[in-house]
């Protein structure tokens, strides 16, 4: 297959070097680029966990330089690559809630206690899902700390319009709402609407895929599970 992936050129690199060696042809074209402004220290007293939904929460906070402080806080991912991520990155206890924002709020309710202290909630300046409100609404204190910031990709790269013109896509993958929102911006700037149609959209979930549905994609697929490994193996890419 010749597969199209739209996320952060980092992420981009790791899962092209993943579907090349199961012998697919991979194009890039991210849609935000991930940005990590240094600012001053973040306050941790009374803070009893780390909450992070992506892992450039966790790139944002290793550069850092409170990063050694941050890393004695226990954290707790969306996922197992966050969490993997994590441990690669020095914290020494990492929960993974493997599987949404959802999951994560779940994990976190039954782990921590609502009078333990309060929970960091490391992020961008763009949020998905309402992992804050659901937190507060069960009786925790949360804190936001924004450590990345996504800004958008007002344009798709030459050589990726060339190939979805001339029908060169079989796939393209989207990992994220926003992605989505402006992927579909681009492809209608660019009058490429017509020929984004005839190419398979794999969305890692149901409201990731909604727009392209509404757009008018006939060949829309949701992932089994929200992560990359499961969306490989929905579409039998491994072998």
Known sequence: MHILVTRPIAQALKTRERLEAFGHQVSLAP??????????VIDLEGVQAIAVTSANAIEGMIQRPDREQLC?????????????RAE???????????????????????SL???GGSILYATGSDRAGDLAETLKT???????????????????PVSVVRELC??????IFVYSARTADQLLACMKSMDLMDSLRTVRICALSPA????FRAAGCRDVMVSGEPNERSLFADLQLQG
Do not use: C, K
């Not at 001339?166 to 796939?171: I, M, R, S, V």
């Not at 990731?208 to 727009?211: D, K, L, R, S, T």
């Open 166 to 171: 001339d029908g060169n896509l079989d796939a």
């Open 113 to 115: 206690s609502r009078d």
């Open 208 to 211: 990731i895929a909604e727009p």
């Open 31 to 40: 849609m935000l680029e991930i940005l990590f402004p240094v600012e001053s």
């Open 88 to 110: 690669r990155a020095g914290w020494q206890t990492v929960h993974s809630a493997a599987g949404a924002v959802g999951d994560l709020a779940r994990l976190l309710q039954s």
């Open 72 to 84: 004695n806080v226990p954290i707790f991912a969306v996922g197992d690559r966050t969490a993997q």
């Open 138 to 156: 069960a009786g925790f204190q949360v804190m936001l700390a924004e450590v990345y910031q996504a800004r958008t990709v007002a344009q798709l």
